[in-house]
């Protein structure tokens, strides 16, 4: 046998090991409640800190594992965290990273118990932040430990992070203040959720690009008694009052419209027929000051997410939506007097690994050993991740995590333990075969 193959031998038979107390370590970490202070609907001030509670328990895990650790701090009582195992020197680094923060739990009556007392089944771990991402954050600890306890000295750096404020964009407060201080490599592999139930992580090169922005219609007022003469134009009509929920159907109907071409249109080999959407989220709509249906309502505003093809940048994208909801208002005299206000709110670009970068043939190579033979799947993201800022910096890489996707966000999030044991597996196998093996070693 190679000193390679040994290597893997020695490594897959560590996870293995340690894959009881990876459980309890994920547990752990479930447990503290680090929803991101800056989600929308949050308290700030009772929120924050909580990310660097999740920080500070993975700098134990990489002391643990041989890293020199430190922290990196934005924005106070948000601390990043990065360990950072030395290699021997003559190797390529790699990096595993990961956020600490999570989403709130939404409706606790709907969990099957406490979202932030993580429940351990045979096969799984559910509670908030399972899937996304404490797990993946975990299994990364969890790989260099057990390359630590395998005796495996690699030629290059290998860097863990935990970093805050993903889950609303807030890369300057976390992935990107890593970089900027210094904590980088040679690629990179972000460990978000990238499986489904049932399946192991897949290798994700590609995410779509994300756009959240605000439509805001202005109307008139009037009794509710008068509706009907204003919706008839042999009536009063608008000047008589306008209702901005009928008005809004204008917009709807046409970013609906653009919806279907996308599916119909924009199609891309690693993500399903439809994929790309539009979808209006929050929807307010009243009379000034007044919530009550006796009035027309005289302001409405809708929050759209938007996910479009990698290949298109946003400024397209943007210009696409806004001219398509001009050109429906054109056909509708009130609003094309008082035409819709958009504002932009969130601007993520997509990201994508070309096809000849390394790092695909490595990482794959790994989950095939890891699995004794089978290839991964090759999928694009759900949703978006820091890659996008990662590669702002001169920094490439790819996704590949435990976790099952379509339970990110939503009550009773759970991740399979059978992903987090191959995931670890293949984050130590690929530091193996990307970082290489010290001389003589």
Request: with cysteine.
């Amino acid at each position: 046998m190679t000193k390679a193959s040994d290597a893997h031998n020695a490594v897959l038979d560590q996870v293995d090991r340690l894959a009881e107390r990876m459980v309890s370590s994920l547990a752990d970490a479930i447990a503290v409640p680090s929803v991101n202070p800056k989600y929308p609907g949050q308290d700030y001030d009772k929120v924050v800190g909580a990310e660097s509670d999740v920080s500070a328990l993975l700098a134990d895990l990489y002391a643990e594992a041989g890293a020199e650790v430190s922290t990196v701090t934005a924005e106070a009582r948000r601390d990043n965290v990065c360990g950072r195992v030395p290699g021997t020197g003559g190797g390529r680094s790699l990096l595993l990273n990961g956020h600490v923060d999570v989403v709130p739990e939404g409706s606790r009556d709907k969990w099957h118990g406490d979202p932030f007392r993580a429940l351990v089944t045979d096969d799984k771990v559910i509670g908030r932040g399972a899937t996304d991402m404490k797990g993946g954050l975990v299994a990364a600890a969890y790989a260099a430990l057990a390359l630590r306890a395998a005796g495996v000295d690699l030629a290059g750096d290998l860097l863990l992070q935990g970093v805050v404020g993903e889950e609303v964009g807030d890369h300057e407060a976390g992935t990107t203040a890593m970089l900027e201080a210094g904590f980088t490599a040679d690629a990179a592999i972000v460990c978000e959720p990238s499986g489904q139930a049932g399946t192991l992580p897949a290798v994700v090169p590609v995410t779509p690009g994300l756009l959240w922005f605000s439509i805001s219609l202005t109307g008139k007022t009037a009794h509710s008694g008068l509706r009907g003469m204003t919706i008839h134009p042999t009536l009063e009509g608008d000047a008589l009052g306008v209702n901005t929920v009928d008005k809004f159907w204008t917009v709807y109907q046409a970013l609906r419209a653009l919806e279907d071409e996308w599916a119909r249109h924009n199609r891309h080999p690693l993500f399903p027929p439809g994929y790309f959407n539009l979808l209006p989220g929050v929807l307010q709509a009243n009379p000034s000051g007044i919530f009550v249906p006796f009035f027309l309502a005289d302001r409405l505003s809708v929050e759209y997410c938007v996910y479009h093809h990698p290949d298109r940048s946003n400024e397209e994208v943007i210009a696409e939506i806004e001219a398509r909801v001009q050109d429906a208002c054109k056909s509708d005299p009130w609003l094309r007097e008082h035409p819709p206000v958009f504002e932009w709110k969130l601007l993520w670009p997509p990201y994508s690994l070309p096809d000849d970068a390394p790092l695909n043939a490595v990482v794959a190579g790994a989950h095939a050993i890891a699995t004794g033979g089978a290839d991964p799947l090759r999928a694009g993201f759900m949703g978006v991740c820091d890659l996008t800022w990662m590669n702002r910096k001169g920094l490439d890489g790819l996704v590949y995590g435990p976790g099952v996707g379509y339970t990110a966000h939503a009550e009773n999030e759970y991740v399979e333990i059978a992903q987090l044991v191959q995931a670890a597996k293949t984050y130590a196998l690929t530091a193996i075969d990307w970082c290489g093996l010290t001389d003589g070693a």
